[in-house]
């Protein structure tokens, strides 16, 4: 009987393991960051935790193109995450094109079913968040998102 359970636990366990890893980039991105605090804060604005990490990781790419290379890496410091925020938003085709202005941050908001409210609630949350971290992050928080 031994002999014949072996193979039918270890062909179940390869099934389960193989449909498990058919997910979506979205459902990968929950994974990935089901334990980030921020992400589980922007819950309280609305956001699911794929619309919180591709919201991140526009913004992060935002910062990316406004900031000069010395401010970007002091900005990227404050966020924790940042590199992985923004390799979500870029998984889930969010980069297609350069987030290079509040217009295209907005884009994303739209394509990732995200409500303006809830889009004007993130930046105030991270206004908050940046707010925080002292002067410095707050300000290079304000440059990456001033028109």
């Known amino acids: 009987m031994r002999r014949f359970l ?9 099934v389960v393991t193989g449909c498990s890893s ?5 459902d990968a991105a929950k994974g990935m960051f089901a334990s980030d605090s921020l992400v589980s ?15 991140l990781g526009s913004l992060v790419s935002l910062a990316s193109n ?15 995450n940042a590199d992985k925020y923004l390799k979500a ?4 085709g969010l980069l297609k094109s350069p987030v ?4 295209g941050l907005n884009k994303n908001f739209a394509t990732m079913g995200v ?3 809830v889009a004007r609630s993130f930046l105030g949350e991270m206004s908050k968040y940046f707010s925080s ?11 990456a998102i001033s028109k």
């Open 6 to 14: 072996t193979p039918i636990l270890l062909a179940t366990a390869l």
């Open 22 to 26: 058919t997910g979506s980039t979205a």
């Open 41 to 55: 804060s922007l819950g309280t604005v609305g956001m699911s935790p794929s619309q919180a990490t591709g919201s």
């Open 66 to 80: 406004r900031l000069s290379p010395a401010d970007f890496s002091k900005f990227s410091g404050y966020l924790p």
């Open 89 to 92: 938003a870029d998984a889930a």
């Open 100 to 103: 290079t202005d509040v217009a």
């Open 115 to 117: 409500d303006p409210q």
């Open 133 to 143: 971290k002292g002067d410095a992050a707050r300000s290079l928080f304000t440059t």
